[in-house]
Nanobody
Framework: QLQLVESGGGLVQPGGSLRLSCAAS????????IGWFRQAPGKERERVSC????????IAADSVKGRFTISRDNAKNTVYLQMNSLKPEDTAVYYC????????????????WGQGTQVTVSS
């Protein structure tokens, strides 16, 4: 069964850090662009950051640039999202998705999705 599983979410104070993991089972992530997306209550799902299959290219939303870093370890079949200097507005359910390599990294292009992990930033 092909699936992605996110982990690492939780409750953190403003200014704190979390590292999310996205692990694949049933397929290898080597040939996929992987994106992190998030959805806050009452809002549409939005792209946070993406990384190419080789790891050589990354993109990030303006709202997280300089604070979040995406990386991948193909040997472990896992992609990470290091989140620093967290703000209350980062509160959302975070999802990872596998996007076919030649497609733009968007919500619509996500082929396989994880179940999501909750991130709550609050004092």
């Amino acid at each position: 069964q092909l699936q992605l599983v996110e982990s690492g979410g939780g409750l953190v104070q403003p200014g704190g850090s979390l590292r999310l993991s996205c692990a694949a089972s049933g397929f290898t992530l080597d040939y996929w662009t992987i994106g992190w997306f998030r959805q806050a209550p009452g809002k549409e799902r939005e792209r946070v950051s993406c990384i190419s299959s080789s790891g050589g290219t990354t993109i990030a939303a303006d709202s997280v640039k300089g604070r979040f870093t995406i990386s991948r370890d193909n040997a472990k079949n896992t992609v990470y999202l290091q989140m620093n200097s967290l703000k209350p507005e980062d509160t959302a359910v975070y999802y990872c998705a596998a996007v076919p390599r030649l497609h733009p990294c968007t919500v619509v292009a996500g082929r396989y999705w994880g179940q999501g992990t909750q991130v709550t930033v609050s004092s």
